[in-house]
C-alpha cells in the first residue's frame, strides 16, 4: 500500500502529551497541525483552550485526553475532565478505562464508565484507550465489545505510557472485533512511515504519533 502525504496527513492525530510540554511547544505543535492539515492535535486538558484559539477557523479538530495515562482516577473525575475539555473546546475526546478495575473483573464497572463519558461528550466523538499491552487478548476483545454497545466512536492501542505501543497483530485483532462499527487509533511507538503504512494496512484508520513530521517527510507526494 502506498498512502500519499496529503492523505495520511488526515489520519493523523498530531500528539504532545509529555509531562513537561509548555506553552512555546504547544504552539509550535498546532503551527505543525496547521501547515500539514493533521486531522487533530492530541494534547493535555491543560492546553485545550490555547489550541480551541490558536485553530480556530482550520480544519484541525483538538483532541483531548482524559483519564491520562493511567486510567486510574474515578470516573467521576473523568467525566468532569471530559465536560470541561468539551467547554473549552475540545472537538475529540481520548479516555483511558480503568486498566486495574479491568483487570479485577470489574467489568460492569468499566463499560459503565465508557458510557457515561460517552453521554457526556454527547456528539463528540469518544476514543476508547484500552492500553494493549497490560491486556489479555480476551480482554481486549470485551473492551471492543463494550465500545460498540456504548456508542464510542474508536478503540485505541495505547497512550504510549504503557510497556509497549501498538502492534500490527493488535490492530488486527481490534479490527475484527469492532468490525465496521467503530474507527481503531494505532498509537504509541509509530515513528516511521512504513510502520504507519503496515498499521492502516491492518485495519487502523487513525494514527496518533508524535513524530508525525519524519513520518510525512517519507510518504509520497
Known amino acids: 500500500m502506498e498512502i500519499k502525504r496529503q492523505e495520511l496527513a488526515r489520519m493523523i492525530d498530531h500528539t504532545l502529551l509529555r509531562p513537561y ?12 497541525a496547521k501547515e500539514n492539515n493533521f486531522f487533530t492535535v492530541s494534547v493535555n486538558p491543560t492546553w485545550t483552550k490555547l ?15 482524559v483519564g491520562f495515562p493511567l486510567g486510574a482516577t474515578t470516573a467521576h473525575i ?4 471530559t465536560a470541561e475539555a468539551i467547554k473549552n473546546g475540545a472537538q475529540e475526546i481520548d479516555m483511558v478505562i480503568n486498566i486495574g478495575a ?5 467489568t460492569a464497572y468499566v463499560e459503565k464508565e465508557i458510557a457515561i463519558i460517552v453521554k457526556t461528550a454527547r456528539n463528540i466523538p469518544v476514543k476508547v484507550i484500552l492500553e ?13 465489545e ?16 504503557g510497556t509497549k ?23 504509541g511507538g509509530i515513528r516511521t512511515y512504513g510502520e504507519a503504512v ?13 513524530t508525525s513530521l519524519d513520518i510525512l517527510q517519507d510518504a509520497p507526494l
Not at 481490534?174 to 462499527?181: E, I, Q, S, W
Open 21 to 32: 510540554a509548555c506553552e512555546d511547544d504547544i504552539r509550535i505543535l498546532c503551527q505543525e
Open 51 to 65: 489550541c480551541a484559539q490558536l485553530l480556530k477557523d482550520t480544519p484541525v479538530k483538538v483532541d483531548v485526553c
Open 78 to 81: 473523568k467525566v468532569a475532565e
Open 102 to 106: 479491568l483487570k479485577s473483573g470489574y
Open 132 to 144: 494493549t499491552s497490560y491486556l489479555s487478548n480476551d480482554e481486549k476483545v470485551a473492551v471492543c
Open 146 to 161: 463494550m465500545a460498540i454497545r456504548t456508542g464510542a466512536s474508536f478503540v485505541k492501542t495505547s497512550t504510549g505510557y
Open 165 to 187: 505501543g501498538a502492534t500490527v497483530e493488535d490492530i488486527q485483532l481490534l479490527r475484527k472485533a469492532v468490525g465496521n462499527f467503530l474507527g481503531v487509533k494505532a498509537a
Open 198 to 210: 503496515a498499521l492502516i494496512e491492518a485495519g487502523a484508520t487513525r494514527i496518533g504519533t508524535s
